[in-house]
């Protein structure tokens, strides 16, 4: 991808997919076996069935993935499967028993087994895996793709021009550690290190596993402390099933001192070896666009000799077929090797220069090509290099030193970095990247920290696949504490993606303050602090608790020496090469993870123990309320440094619980237990403001003390007052034993109502567990819905509207906008899925005339009965602070009795009677019959999209979508008489 300061973001496919891939679960469920008695018959579902069933150890999406495998003529499908620790050769028999088939990676410890068998074997293979008691969940690799974190290139006139705006110059070499540029500082990260010096990070190391690092960043040379800063390089992917050109299979023999290889000759010191070429358009994906060595063409190829005894490889740079004059490399960590494709020009401002380094993968099974290579083993080898700026600046904002030469650091300047790059050249990272490169970063790499700014939203954002079981495991195993985005499908609610689903992890929104609006975007607002507006909102499907906190969102920070600076062209500066304003949940992230590196870093110092639950508990006790966000939005709050530093001090400790809480949604059939999950959401119940409500929530202690232990109930964030606890605020919680609390919502208004339910042990430092209560008051459309309201730059406004059953159209208009305002609406799915791509460039009135899609009108084919939430958003260049807007929503719908009318006989040129009965059941339409004309809008396919790196999203290209084309703005009306 070219690098420009002003760049189009290339779009993503937001959350379509997860509409079919929902819509899907009913026949997915159905098939796998009988749907649960609870939906079937319409009654309260039965109790927690604890193990999964064989049906449903599948991932809630996997069929999907495997129909459409099946559909492609795919020859293999890649399964990940979590097992009980100890558990492993039992499963990895089972599937390396299928012909075929082959286990690639394997932990027993963890409790994972990765295998690939063939597509036509595949349903078997499942089924008997699923059947072993072992077995907990099983996963499809599936690609998870990213879109880009760069802000649009905009071509309208910003908000940044208005008198009243605060200008900012561009930050540089003078800029103080406390800015809003990079703003760790709101964390409290740099009053922390200013009170702590020895305590910045260093004695941490940080695993960033994304899309690689830059090791030839200034920045990212040094720690505070003069040792290196990234110790260790690694590449995550599979050398054959994620199709990575960067690994090459070594089974070329050839000796020296010459050798004909590829149509040349070659000279090598004496010995015996293994050749193979890379090309370097294999990289065509990533940011360098296939140009390696950045001299201006795809073309370059470069000959590499494998030496296995010495574990070395030789990389003829200078391309002169003689690897005598090439250094043998080892990998990374084995003397911190580091090659360069390319000559840098110190005169300019870009390197025209990238590193890499080399990595060796012994005994690779080679199934998974099939034919003869069923039953053997090659060793490969990787050229490690980035595939995009994402990683890197992933990385400065955790834990850079020195940015722009100067004072502005890092959360974490201290700290050490381990790189693993999980994504490859395709737009995307494979789960199986992303799960073997978390393992080996924990198991083999040393870290202390993981930080994973890259997820995808699933069918069921329940947290309850193979990936989150092995995430919660390795934080169980291994005491290392996993930080992960939360995603960027906001501000709709129900929006978190994964793995940020997963129980233990810390899954972080992305928050922005009223400084950095300004610096970094040139855009002007009143709100001293909110949440960016594509952060995602919580909760998970059933009720969890997500996010876990929020921290910056908005970064000026590292990217590849070899791109220019790239700032947003609103802010009135430039940036010199190697730095970049990114933005997204991938963003604040790293900031979390830095922050938890200090914290790490001073228990280090004080000799203080800290678990990944006990670092939890002090971040989420101690975390800041943003005025004016409810709980579902921000989780427990805007992370507090200083202050959870000093309730680790305190002894912050706390027990374990599981919680089992009534959920009523549109898919709550599919959690784990139907109709329960982890927190209370009413999103499809019914509730009516003036309306009482009361939600049994059964809370179980299951570590600490064997007697009953006294509990303090509160509520935080109480959204408007809407809940209260009945009875007594205080509990008694035996240990294992189930005690049930009543909390009743009593909303006074339309729209979605959250709190926490705080339950806490006195006796110990901080909150002991943390409980999320969301309810929604939807109004019933049966006819028409209008609502006039005003919105403010980079805000939203949320209508939630109950669609009845049997309409056949829901159009939605937005009118009243005044000079020039950009502000657009987004509907989203009773799933929680963003029907419209709702990336920033999307949809907008006064904005690229809609770029694509209808700004003004749109209308959705045989709507899904329930509860859609509608948001209107004003953006960031929008020239108005206060964007005054109405909105109309209809819903559609005539009944035709009877449906179908054969006619027994017809001639040419002679009429013949027909007559329906035709029911007006909804709006008012005034229309005619037109031939035989669809009486409403046609589904179309939403077209493929690959996407680039920083704000992930789930795709599924043959997905249809529930949006008709921009063309197709309203039905056809159906005839009123005949």
């Excluded at 729209?751 to 969301?774: C, F, H, M, W, Y």
């Excluded at 029907?835 to 904005?847: F, G, H, I, L, R």
Aim: charged share 20%; hydrophobic share 35%.
């Amino acid at each position: 991808m070219t690098h420009t300061p002003q760049r189009e973001p290339i779009p993503g496919a937001r959350r379509a997919a997860r509409i079919a891939a929902a819509a899907g679960l009913v026949a997915a469920l159905s098939a796998a076996g009988p749907m649960p008695l609870a939906l079937a018959a319409g009654q309260t579902p039965a109790a927690d069935p604890g193990v999964k069933s064989a049906a449903a150890k599948l991932g809630s999406d996997d069929a999907d993935v495997l129909a459409d495998a099946k559909a492609a003529g795919d020859k293999n499908v890649t399964l990940m499967v979590a097992t009980s620790p100890g558990k492993t050769e039992q499963v990895a028999d089972e599937l390396d028993a299928v012909k075929g088939g082959s286990v690639g990676r394997s932990y027993d410890k963890l409790g994972y087994v990765r295998a690939t068998v063939p597509t036509a074997k595949a349903d078997a293979a499942i089924a008997a895996a699923a059947k072993l008691s072992s077995v907990h969940a099983i996963d499809l690799r599936q690609e998870i793709a990213l879109d880009d974190p760069t802000p649009s290139a905009d071509t309208a006139k910003g908000a940044g021009a208005t008198a009243s705006a605060k200008t900012y110059p561009a930050p540089g070499r003078k800029t103080p550690a406390e800015n809003p540029y990079n703003p760790s500082f709101e964390t409290g990260a740099v009053d922390f290190v200013d009170d702590h010096p020895k305590a910045d990070g260093r004695g941490v190391t940080i695993g960033v596993l994304d899309s690689g690092v830059d090791l030839g960043h200034p920045a990212l040379q040094k720690t505070t402390t003069g040792e290196r800063k990234i110790v260790d390089w690694v590449t995550a992917t599979d050398p054959i099933v994620d199709s990575d050109g960067t690994w090459r299979r070594m089974t070329n023999p050839v000796s020296g001192p010459a050798f004909t290889y590829g149509g040349a000759s070659w000279k090598a010191p004496e010995g015996s070896y293994q050749v193979n070429l890379f090309r370097e358009s294999v990289t065509a994906g990533g940011d360098a666009k296939g140009d390696a060595n950045r001299d201006g063409d795809t073309t370059d190829v470069w000959g590499l000799l494998y030496d296995p005894a010495a574990g070395t490889v030789r990389v003829d740079l200078n391309n002169n077929f003689d690897f005598t004059d090439d250094a043998p490399m080892k990998p990374y960590k084995d003397g911190y090797q580091v090659g360069y494709f390319g000559t840098d020009d110190p005169a300019t401002d870009v390197a025209e220069r990238q590193p890499f380094v080399v990595e060796i993968r012994k005994d690779v099974p080679t199934d998974p090509y099939g034919g003869d290579w069923v039953g053997k083993k090659a060793d490969f080898v990787n050229v490690g290099i980035i595939e995009s700026e994402h990683g890197t600046h992933v990385a400065g904002i955790t834990a850079a030193n020195g940015l722009f030469g100067g004072k502005m650091d890092g959360a974490a300047p201290g700290a050490k970095v381990v790189s693993s790059r999980a994504c490859s050249w395709s737009g995307g990272c494979t789960n199986v990247a992303l799960t073997e490169g978390m393992i080996d970063l924990v198991v083999n790499r040393g870290v202390d920290i993981v930080n994973m700014s890259i997820g995808g939203l699933p069918a069921l954002n329940d947290g309850n696949n193979a990936r989150a079981e092995l995430y919660t495991r390795l934080i169980d195993t291994y005491g290392v504490q996993l930080v992960i985005s939360a995603g960027n499908e906001g501000p709709g609610a129900n929006t978190i993606g994964d793995p940020g689903l997963a129980d233990k992890v810390i899954s972080v929104g992305a928050a922005i303050s009223k400084e950095t609006w300004a610096a970094n975007y040139g855009s002007q607002v009143e709100k001293k602090y909110a949440l960016l507006p594509f952060s995602s909102r919580g909760p998970r499907e059933d009720g969890g608790f997500t996010p876990t906190l929020v921290a910056p969102g908005a970064a000026i920070n590292t990217i590849q020496t070899w791109l220019p600076g790239a700032p947003v062209a609103e802010s009135g500066y430039k940036l010199p090469a190697g730095y970049a304003m990114l933005q997204g949940t991938s963003m604040a992230s790293p900031q979390a993870a830095g922050a938890s590196a200090l914290l790490l870093s001073a228990a280090k110092q004080k000799g203080i123990a800290l678990t990944p639950a006990v670092l939890r508990t002090a971040l989420t006790s101690t975390a800041d309320h943003i005025k004016g966000l409810q709980a579902y939005e921000e989780g427990a709050g805007a992370i507090n440094i200083v202050d959870a530093w000093d309730s680790i001090k305190d002894g912050a400790t706390a027990h374990e619980y599981t919680v089992k809480a009534p959920v009523d949604t549109a898919i709550d059939f599919a959690l784990k237990t139907p109709g329960f999950g982890t927190g209370i959401y009413d999103r499809e119940g019914g509730l009516k403001a003036g309306q009482k409500k009361t939600y049994d929530v059964t809370i179980t202690r299951t570590t600490g003390a064997d007697k009953a232990v006294r509990h303090e109930l509160h509520l935080e964030n109480n959204a408007a007052g809407t809940f209260r606890i009945l009875g007594s605020d205080e509990v008694k919680l035996p240990l294992n034993q189930p005690v049930t609390v009543k909390v009743q919502a009593a909303p006074k208004s339309a729209g979605i109502k959250s709190a926490i339910l705080e339950v806490d042990d006195p006796r110990t430092e901080g909150i002991d567990k943390q409980v999320l209560n969301t309810v929604v008051v939807s109004t019933p459309v049966a006819h028409t819905f209008s609502a006039q309201n005003t919105v403010q730059r980079n805000s939203s406004q949320h209508y939630f509207l109950t669609v009845p059953e049997g309409a056949t159209s829901l159009e939605v208009a937005m009118s009243g906008l005044k000079d020039k305002s950009q502000t657009r609406f987004i509907s989203i799915h009773p799933y929680g899925v963003a029907v419209e791509d709702s990336a920033t460039v999307y949809c907008y009135n006064n904005y690229l005339d809609g770029n694509g899609c209808k700004p003004d009108a749109r209308s959705y084919a045989d709507p899904q009965p329930g509860v859609w939430e509608i948001e209107v958003e004003s953006r960031r260049t929008s020239p108005l602070l206060d964007n005054p807007y109405k909105l109309d929503v209809t819903v559609y719908g005539a009944a035709f009795d009877p449906a179908t009318v054969t006619v027994p006989e017809a001639k040419v040129g002679t009429p013949a009677a027909v007559s329906w009965k035709v029911t007006n059941n909804f709006a008012a339409i005034d229309g005619k019959l037109v031939g035989a004309r669809s009486a409403r809008p046609r589904r179309t396919a939403r077209p493929s999209r690959t996407t680039r790196a920083g704000r992930p999203r789930s795709r599924c290209p043959r997905a249809p979508s529930p949006w008709t084309s921009p063309s197709a703005v309203s039905p056809t009306p159906p005839p009123t008489s005949t």
